[in-house]
């Protein structure tokens, strides 16, 4: 049974956008919580904000990039943000890095960005393939070395260090030794156009554009049929609920082996394109929307 106490008084709302802050689109692609606050939100066609001293301010990148895609925070308290047609960009310490095409990359569009357990850093293109940076030196792969499809959308580390890239049209792949294997519809999952992926020491929750959201139970792959495809977002918060963000319907919570399904209809949510979940460590919840930033309290 899926439902949402949209009537709690504890539950808490509020919305970040272009009425109350100094955004300039309410087109979010990704946040990044720190010091458990929203602080880095990046936008669809207006590029880069960042909360200082409870103010919004744009952040101009240095070489233009208004379309991001990616922010991740790495382990320095860096921020590498991949943009559309711009390349990667690294933020640290007030000082910036350009990654493109003059640097070697093969593609300026940065679907996303995974610095890994030894420090390389690891740039999946929307088309073509994907880059390594270990020491200053970039290799990269596509179909002609392994890649099971151009268009790259993630890269996730497992826990033996393999590293899980998704795709849109060939499902999954592990590079581990200089060796791929590969994971898609033929094995059991309902889709190849991979989108979020939670990892143990296998894939253990895949979610995908066009098969819905899937579970390795340790034996066989089984669809969850409460939630509704598109699935964009896999994550687990601090008291280990597990979020499902989709684009066009809603939110979905998994609290105690059931399901709850917060929309615009049902919540404050203020839209149903949920591309981005991020959790602070008191309990708040995040969302990034196509109309702005919702922090959620109540659980």
């Known amino acids: 049974m899926i439902f949402f106490t949209g009537c709690s008084k504890k539950q808490q709302w509020k919305i970040y956008n272009t009425k109350n802050?100094?955004?300039?689109?309410?087109?979010?692609?990704?946040?990044?919580?720190?010091?458990?606050?929203?602080q880095w939100i990046g936008t669809y066609g207006e590029g880069l904000f960042r909360k200082t001293n409870n103010t919004w301010e744009r952040v101009n990148l240095p070489f233009g990039g208004r379309y991001i895609l990616?922010?991740?925070?790495?382990?320095?308290?860096?921020?590498?943000?991949g943009t559309a047609r711009k390349g990667a960009y690294y933020y640290s310490k007030n000082k910036w890095k350009h990654v493109n095409s003059d640097s070697g990359l093969t593609d300026n569009n940065?679907?996303?960005?995974?610095?890994?357990?030894?420090?390389?850093?690891?740039?999946?293109?929307?088309?073509?393939?994907?880059?390594?940076?270990?020491?200053?030196?970039?290799?990269?792969?596509?179909?002609?070395?392994?890649?099971?499809?151009?268009?790259?959308?993630?890269?996730?580390?497992?826990?033996?260090?393999?590293?899980?890239?998704?795709?849109?049209?060939g499902g999954l792949c592990r590079y581990s030794n200089g060796?791929?294997?590969?994971?898609?519809?033929?094995?059991?999952?309902?889709?190849n156009y991979i989108r979020t992926l939670i990892c143990?020491?296998?894939?253990?929750?895949?979610?995908?554009?066009?098969?819905?959201?899937?579970?390795?139970?340790?034996?066989?792959?089984?669809?969850?049929?409460?939630?509704?495809?598109?699935?964009?977002f896999t994550g687990f918060d601090k008291s280990g609920y597990l979020w499902i963000g989709?684009?066009?319907?809603?939110?979905?919570?998994?609290?105690?082996?059931?399901?709850d399904h917060i929309t615009k209809s049902n919540s404050k949510l203020p839209n149903d394109f949920v591309i981005d979940i991020a959790f602070d460590s008191r309990g708040n919840?995040?969302?990034?929307?196509?109309?702005?930033?919702?922090?959620?309290?109540g659980f």
Not at 246 to 259: A, L
Request: with cysteine; charged share 25%; aromatic share 12%.
């Open 21 to 38: 802050t100094a955004l300039s689109t309410d087109l979010i692609r990704q946040i990044i919580i720190r010091d458990d606050s929203l």
């Open 70 to 81: 990616t922010l991740v925070a790495d382990s320095n308290d860096g921020l590498w943000i």
């Open 110 to 169: 940065v679907w996303h960005i995974l610095e890994d357990s030894r420090r390389n850093t690891w740039f999946c293109s929307r088309y073509k393939g994907i880059c390594r940076v270990v020491s200053d030196s970039m290799m990269c792969y596509n179909m002609k070395n392994g890649l099971p499809d151009r268009q790259v959308t993630l890269a996730v580390e497992d826990s033996k260090g393999g590293i899980w890239f998704g795709t849109v049209r």
């Open 179 to 191: 060796q791929f294997e590969y994971l898609n519809t033929k094995h059991g999952i309902k889709g």
């Open 200 to 232: 143990d020491s296998i894939p253990r929750w895949v979610g995908t554009w066009d098969g819905g959201l899937n579970y390795f139970t340790g034996e066989k792959w089984v669809l969850i049929d409460e939630i509704k495809k598109p699935v964009v």
């Open 246 to 259: 989709t684009w066009g319907k809603g939110v979905y919570v998994k609290r105690n082996d059931k399901w």
């Open 285 to 297: 919840v995040y969302f990034a929307t196509s109309k702005g930033v919702a922090r959620y309290s």
